[in-house]
């Protein structure tokens, strides 16, 4: 597994080790023990890294990726290239089963350099010969995200800048128990690309989601204002001018947050035998939020 020390690969990785699962888990940096599973030192452009990963495995789940670097180039080599780097590693340790997470923004590469280059992986598990499964998530929000703190810390003063159209969601638990069941998935999923949600069929307006997060916070109302697309992209300059390579905001950023339709394909999520959400949305903001209080991020 890569991207076992992040947000979504560590919800994984907990509940693949829940289910039976012995997992090889790539790091940059050193881990404690934990039972069920065998740190890999390495990286995404360490060959020998990411054999020794893969040596005895069943399957393969590629979490890991880039969400916030200075150029297109560098989205390439963490997305598009390294994604090239970790199926060469499953096929010449023999394994067939590859889950691949991607994003709802490979659905339009021409937004941002982040989508070309999450399309661009996709192509590339397409073509590898695997057996082999693509998830894209939506908002993914939780525990321990820093994503979406912010739109957190927001609800909680009673307004929110959020950027106009709609979007998906989903509860990272929810995600990583989609993406165990695809590990031990020899079927029904081969092949196919999945946009899985939180259930809501036409998904979120931005708006809406604010205040839901705000119910979450115990405000039950919040002022959510939307942010024009054209302010968002000149905000995007002006915090890469101000904060330079800290810039959370980028002009990358900015176009996909900006584009009107993040809602997951109707007809795209898995097959319900397989995985159907199982958390209420609110339920699920509220236990974020108890988790953000419990660590004095909120």
Known sequence: MTGATGFVGGA??????????HVRALTRRPQPEREGVT???????????LAEMAEGSDVVMHIAGVVNVPTRAAFEAGNATATGHVIDAARDAGVRR?????????????VSNYGWSKARAETIVQESGLDWTIVRPPAVFGPGDTEMLDLFRMAQR????????????????????????LAADREASIGAIYE???????????????????????RNRVSALGVPASLLKATGQLDKLVRRSRAKLTPDRARYIAHPDWVATKGA???PDLWRPQTDTAEALAETVRWYRRENWL
């Open 98 to 110: 590859f889950v691949h997470v991607s994003s709802l923004t490979a659905r339009e590469p021409q």
């Open 196 to 218: 899985p949600d939180d259930g809501r069929e036409t998904g979120w307006s931005h708006r809406s989601f604010a205040r839901a997060v705000g119910r979450a916070v115990g």
């Open 158 to 181: 009673g307004i929110a800048l959020v950027p106009s159209g709609r979007m998906s969601a989903i509860y990272v638990d929810e995600l990583a128990r989609l993406l165990v069941a």
């Open 12 to 21: 994984t990785m907990r509940d693949a080790v829940a289910a039976g699962w």
């Open 39 to 49: 740190w890999i030192a390495g990286a995404l452009d360490k060959p020998d890294s």
């Open 269 to 271: 999520c898995p097959p």
